[in-house]
């Protein structure tokens, strides 16, 4: 009887497979388990009589052995798969990490730049990236055939006869005359986006850029009103630690213009090739809005005054970030924008 059923779980057991953590458990259980068959055998055993508790014994035990044998075996064969379940419900185990984006640098420097803005009580205005001859020139008393128009090197969609001219933007000063055009004074607004001119792409240039404009119309608005507001932006941009000029420029929208420089922000002003050894980076352009272009948009030039300014972001973010190469911008090479990883989400 015992003899029957000790034959029957061997060829049972040496036929066992498993090819799961759990089938071999169950294999435990039925086997090796406290109410187990080998754990039924011995207390059949018990039972027995002398003559055959001795050719037993050696039989049960060697059953028992193999029974052993071969969980053992089968556990050292599935191996990584037992850990692997087990990892499946170890709570304790730290979960699976996931990317969480970053923003891009341009970005982060616009907002804030946008920042410092609002908190002197200016609001951001857009306007459309493809502009008319009128409000990308003409309003900003580019006259026609103006050599300044020039300067801008142009991406024109659509070339016709007259005021149809229809072009890529080449600054968000269009958004300025967009505004004053359909509001009435004081205007107090900052004008960020993206902006096209039609240069080869290199290291130090390329086909499209970012600008944050401002424009400020109001009574009795002054060039020093324009100096304070723009040596405050600078300094909540950058600290202290540094110089600032002006010096004289030309732009047809403005009258007198002028350019900002700041001392170079990463050799401190004592050269390198950032500020190509001069020891100052110019940062933005900047003047009181010539009385033609307030006409232009319809506001009186006798009872209005007004300054505006224009920056590229890149320019700002190169500074900021140590970066030399304006095409790093726009590859879109994570390892490049996973550096700028920040808190918001
Ligand atoms: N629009 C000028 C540019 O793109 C910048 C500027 C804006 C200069 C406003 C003066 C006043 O270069």
């Not at 090819?19 to 754990?39: H, N, P, S, V, W």
């Not at 059953?63 to 850990?83: C, H, P, V």
């Not at 185990?93 to 908190?119: A, M, Q, T, W, Y």
Request: hydrophobic content about 35%; overall charge negative; glycine content about 8%.
């Amino acid at each position: 009887m015992m003899q029957e059923q000790i034959d029957k779980y061997t060829s049972e057991i040496k036929a066992f497979t498993a090819a799961k953590a759990d089938e071999l458990e169950a294999f435990r259980i039925k086997f090796l388990g406290t109410k187990g068959i080998i754990k039924d055998l011995f207390e059949q055993f018990k039972t027995v009589g002398a003559e055959e508790k001795r050719t037993f014994g050696k039989v049960l035990n060697q059953f028992k052995q193999l029974a052993e044998e071969r969980y053992n075996d089968i556990k050292e064969s599935l191996g990584a798969g037992t850990q692997a379940a087990k990892a499946d419900t170890d709570l304790t185990l730290p979960g699976d990490g996931f990317e969480i984006g970053s923003r891009h640098p341009l970005s982060l420097v616009r907002n804030e730049i946008i920042d410092i803005f609002k908190r002197l009580g200016f609001v951001v205005a857009e306007g459309p990236e493809i502009e008319d001859d009128w409000h990308n020139f003409s309003a900003l008393n580019f006259p026609e055939e103006h050599p300044a128009r020039d300067m801008q090197d142009t991406f024109f969609i659509r070339k016709g006869d007259g005021n149809d001219d229809i072009a890529l933007r080449t600054h968000t000063s269009s958004v300025q005359v967009r505004m004053m055009e359909n509001g009435k004074p004081p205007f107090r607004a900052i004008m960020p986006g993206r902006v096209y001119r039609n240069e080869a792409i290199s290291a130090r240039a390329h086909c499209f850029f970012h600008q944050v404009e401002g424009l400020y119309v109001d009574e009795n608005v002054s060039f020093s009103d324009l100096k304070q507001t723009l040596y405050h932006f600078v300094k909540e941009l950058y600290g202290e630690d540094f110089k600032v000029r002006f010096r004289p420029s030309y732009f047809p929208f403005t009258e007198p213009s002028a350019e900002m420089d700041i001392s170079c922000t990463i050799c401190k002003g004592a050269g390198c090739n950032m500020c190509k050894y001069t020891g100052w980076v110019e940062i933005l352009g900047c003047g009181m809005v010539d009385p033609n272009v307030l006409e232009n948009c319809g506001i009186d030039s006798k009872k209005y005054t007004g300054f505006a300014f224009g920056m590229g972001i890149e320019r700002i973010t190169n500074l900021k970030y140590v970066i030399r190469d304006l095409r790093l911008f726009s590859e879109n090479d994570v390892r490049f924008l996973k550096q700028f990883q920040t808190d918001i989400i």
